[in-house]
């Protein structure tokens, strides 16, 4: 199988603070990979070693073939990388934008014309290619930076929090038009974002970052396995009309463990051989459970785990 992305124990040390710690990454050529984790987990200082943009303190980083410590050039030649605040200038025109960018990337003059058009096409910004971008909305100014990114053809596109601070119809804009990109340019696409939920939904797999690791890498539900453990599943329950939460009142119930309470109700996993005596005991303790198990139980313990307070 061929990587596009390949990291071995990299870390970042500032100081005596590790910002990223012997984090192993592998990312496939042509998925839709997301780096996710809380805020401060160390996703940007992550991606600003692959750029080459940061040093690593020690550790191996592969991208597309080349070592960004030592070819910096040819790696930025193949990815396009669109930070988490993109700048434009705001009294230019999306297409004068990307004309000025498109110098930048050394995009010969004769052909821009049309490559621009491509791209914004590609983007759904042919419509609005004349109107000056400080006219924009944050998800509009999001998809330009993607039409930006996309001039020069890149081989694997970087994309840090490409949801944040865009409302949710821009939200599934942007997503859905990752995920369409990938399929039809055959583009490896790296997104690093702390909104677990909506991100992972158009990721091939994912990779968890936190406190400065990374915990676990595969699909969702394979990370959600590593975590959970095999044999478990999430219960959720709360007490009875007019009862208060009494965590005391689960003493002695066996098979249930990691009880938390999350708003008015709780959370634990279950053993699932023990589960119609975990049913019955909640019920003669004044409990109701309401679900059980659910296809989505183990990106539910992900966050549990990773992600609350975010
Ligand atoms: N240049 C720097 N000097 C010192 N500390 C830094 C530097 N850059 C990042 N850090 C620290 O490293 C840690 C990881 O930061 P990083 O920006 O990689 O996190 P992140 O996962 O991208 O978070 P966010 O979701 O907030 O973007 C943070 O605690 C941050 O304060
Ligand atoms: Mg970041």
Redesign the pocket.
Known sequence: MELAVQTIELT?K??S?T??DKVSLSIRKGEVFGLL????????????MLLGL?EPTSGEVRVLGYDPVREPISVKRVVGYLP?NVDFYEDLTACENLFYMAGLNGIPVEGRDKKISQVLEMVGLLNSQNALVGTFSKGMRQRLGIAAVLLKDPKLVIL??PTNGIDPEGIEKILSLIRSLAKDLNVTFLL???MLYQVQRVCDRVGI?YR?SLVASGTVEEVGKTILGEKKGIIKFRPEEGVGLRQEALNGLDGLSEVRPLGGHFVAHFEEDKLALIMRGLLDRGFVPFEVGGKDYSLEEIYLRYFQGV
């Open positions: 970042k500032y100081g603070f910002a990223v984790g809380p805020n401060g987990a160390g996703k940007t200082t992550t991606i600003l940061t988490e840090d929090e690093c974002s702390h970052m400065s």
